[in-house]
């Protein structure tokens, strides 16, 4: 799905998944890895405020990847 | 001498539960679990299955070093000959769990591994060249037949007998190609497979072309303060109720919902309805799945220009790669139409 809304739309598509593999297989080409598999951009466990943060983070680090000039598949790993 | 087999499988198939012991780690067991009582059967007396080798989908997926290693280490512990794993059918997680337990044991312990997926399982691009694959039904209806493949191409690759090409063993090609002797030339084939195709009959080429699934990337945002940004998801997160009747697996259709007048996914205006995993995070707020709140609020902050007003969204999980990329192309179509710049597309 990734892929083609890329290649029909023609804009950057960032996707956000926890199995990086997964993400290399079907061609993503801008990758984010996430949290978990039940929340990829969420830290409920860790409670409202820890949660919002990390979402936050990773909402803008997929930001900066849309920015970001690549020629192939990369992964926007976390500081 | 009998052959030992160990057989991996998933929390599922062992009994402990579905989503909610997806984190359930690994551990083994003297003997057969669950589909291990079949394959025990189909083995007779030429094989035995010494042990079973347990771990949750979810633990393997999310932590997939340390779950390779210690399931490793719990195969290894029962000194098989053999290692057979699933059948995972179209699950997503389990493919990837089998073909990776399948290729690491084989690399670490020099033992034949088979496993049994559907060919649009995400498990067969990764493992197919590293593992044997037989070609499964994409859901546990075809448990039968995959048991049959495991345990016979299982049986032949522990004998070290050869093995036929993958389209007669019922196996995902592992693209090796093996030189023979034809009683016909090349320009005679090629006149027959010529004459076959005009004729409208089945014919088979000698030599497959790669399927790459791979386009060039785009061109960045130039500039993300006037950029507009739209949010889809195959998380399963759709209005209450799910109007449109989004399937929960296997899914055929998606959903576009307007948000311009929300701030935030609550428990009461959305719901997750996918059925691949554990959604109590998701009901408690749809937004640690498909992040509204956090994105109006760098809309607010000025960090993008707007957020594009409505949401795409789909179940992923055992949905077909053809109706998958149909979403994609309808829904990039749209995008495009509506002017968005830049697409964060969350999945589970």
Same mark, same amino acid.
């Given at each position: 799905?990734?892929?083609?809304? #890329?290649? $029909?739309? !023609?804009?950057?598509?960032?996707?956000? &998944?926890?199995?990086?593999?997964?993400?290399?297989?079907? +061609?993503?080409?801008?990758?984010?890895?996430?949290?978990?598999?039940?929340?990829?951009?969420? #830290?409920? $466990?860790? !409670?409202?405020?820890?949660?919002?943060? &990390?979402?936050?983070?990773?909402?803008?680090?997929?930001? +900066?990847?849309?920015?970001?000039?690549?020629?192939?598949?990369?992964?926007?790993?976390?500081? | 001498?009998?052959?030992?087999?160990?057989?991996?499988?998933?929390?599922?198939?062992?009994?402990?539960?579905?989503?909610?012991?997806?984190?359930?780690?690994?551990?083994?067991?003297?003997?057969?679990?669950?589909?291990?009582?079949?394959?025990?059967?189909?083995?007779?007396?030429?094989?035995?299955?010494?042990?079973?080798?347990?771990?949750?989908?979810?633990?393997?997926?999310?932590?997939?070093?340390?779950?390779?290693?210690?399931?490793?280490?719990?195969?290894?512990?029962?000194?098989?000959?053999?290692?057979?794993?699933?059948?995972?059918?179209?699950?997503?997680?389990?493919?990837?769990?089998?073909?990776?337990?399948?290729?690491?044991?084989?690399?670490?312990?020099?033992?034949?591994?088979?496993?049994?997926?559907?060919?649009?399982?995400?498990?067969?691009?990764?493992?197919?060249?590293?593992?044997?694959?037989?070609?499964?039904?994409?859901?546990?209806?075809?448990?039968?037949?995959?048991?049959?493949?495991?345990?016979?191409?299982?049986?032949?690759?522990?004998?070290?007998?050869?093995?036929?090409?993958?389209?007669?063993?019922?196996?995902?090609?592992?693209?090796?190609?093996?030189?023979?002797?034809?009683?016909?030339?090349?320009?005679?084939?090629?006149?027959?497979?010529?004459?076959?195709?005009?004729?409208?009959?089945?014919?088979?080429?000698?030599?497959?072309?790669?399927?790459?699934?791979?386009?060039?990337?785009?061109?960045?945002?130039?500039?993300?303060?006037?950029?507009?940004?739209?949010?889809?998801?195959?998380?399963?997160?759709?209005?209450?109720?799910?109007?449109?009747?989004?399937?929960?697996?296997?899914?055929?259709?998606?959903?576009?919902?307007?948000?311009?007048?929300?701030?935030?996914?609550?428990?009461?205006?959305?719901?997750?309805?996918?059925?691949?995993?554990?959604?109590?995070?998701?009901?408690?707020?749809?937004?640690?799945?498909?992040?509204?709140?956090?994105?109006?609020?760098?809309?607010?902050?000025?960090?993008?220009?707007?957020?594009?007003?409505?949401?795409?969204?789909?179940?992923?999980?055992?949905?077909?790669?053809?109706?998958?990329?149909?979403?994609?192309?309808?829904?990039?179509?749209?995008?495009?139409?509506?002017?968005?710049?830049?697409?964060?597309?969350?999945?589970?």
């Amino acid at each position: 799905m990734t892929r083609e809304i #890329e290649k $029909a739309a !023609g804009i950057p598509v960032v996707q956000i &998944a926890t199995i990086v593999p997964i993400m290399l297989t079907v +061609g993503s080409n801008r990758i984010v890895p996430g949290v978990a598999i039940p929340h990829p951009v969420g #830290e409920p $466990a860790k !409670g409202p405020e820890a949660d919002r943060k &990390a979402r936050r983070e990773l909402l803008l680090r997929a930001l +900066g990847a849309m920015t970001t000039q690549i020629d192939e598949q990369t992964i926007f790993e976390g500081k | 001498m009998t052959i030992r087999v160990v057989h991996y499988i998933n929390q599922f198939y062992a009994g402990l539960g579905g989503e909610e012991a997806a984190n359930h780690l690994p551990e083994s067991r003297e003997g057969v679990v669950g589909p291990g009582m079949q394959l025990k059967a189909l083995f007779g007396d030429r094989a035995e299955i010494v042990g079973t080798v347990i771990c949750g989908d979810g633990y393997y997926g999310e932590h997939m070093e340390e779950a390779r290693a210690e399931c490793l280490k719990l195969i290894g512990a029962f000194k098989p000959d053999l290692l057979v794993a699933g059948p995972g059918f179209n699950a997503g997680r389990y493919g990837v769990a089998c073909g990776d337990v399948c290729a690491e044991a084989g690399k670490a312990l020099g033992i034949p591994t088979v496993t049994a997926l559907y060919p649009e399982n995400p498990g067969v691009e990764l493992y197919a060249k590293k593992t044997v694959v037989v070609q499964a039904a994409d859901s546990a209806r075809g448990m039968k037949a995959a048991l049959e493949g495991m345990a016979r191409v299982g049986l032949k690759l522990a004998a070290g007998e050869p093995m036929g090409p993958a389209r007669l063993e019922g196996t995902i090609s592992r693209g090796i190609r093996k030189n023979f002797f034809s009683t016909t030339n090349g320009a005679e084939r090629a006149v027959a497979m010529l004459l076959d195709k005009i004729a409208g009959k089945p014919f088979r080429t000698e030599y497959e072309m790669p399927v790459f699934n791979r386009i060039p990337p785009a061109a960045p945002i130039k500039d993300m303060k006037k950029a507009t940004i739209a949010l889809v998801s195959s998380g399963g997160i759709v209005p209450k109720g799910n109007p449109d009747h989004i399937r929960v697996s296997s899914a055929e259709t998606y959903g576009r919902y307007d948000i311009s007048n929300l701030d935030d996914l609550t428990p009461e205006t959305y719901e997750s309805v996918h059925g691949g995993y554990d959604r109590v995070w998701a009901s408690e707020d749809p937004d640690v799945v498909l992040p509204v709140d956090v994105m109006r609020e760098l809309e607010r902050e000025g960090v993008f220009a707007k957020l594009y007003d409505h949401i795409y969204t789909t179940t992923g999980t055992g949905t077909a790669v053809a109706h998958a990329e149909r979403f994609g192309r309808e829904i990039g179509a749209q995008l495009k139409e509506a002017g968005v710049d830049g697409v964060i597309l969350t999945s589970t």
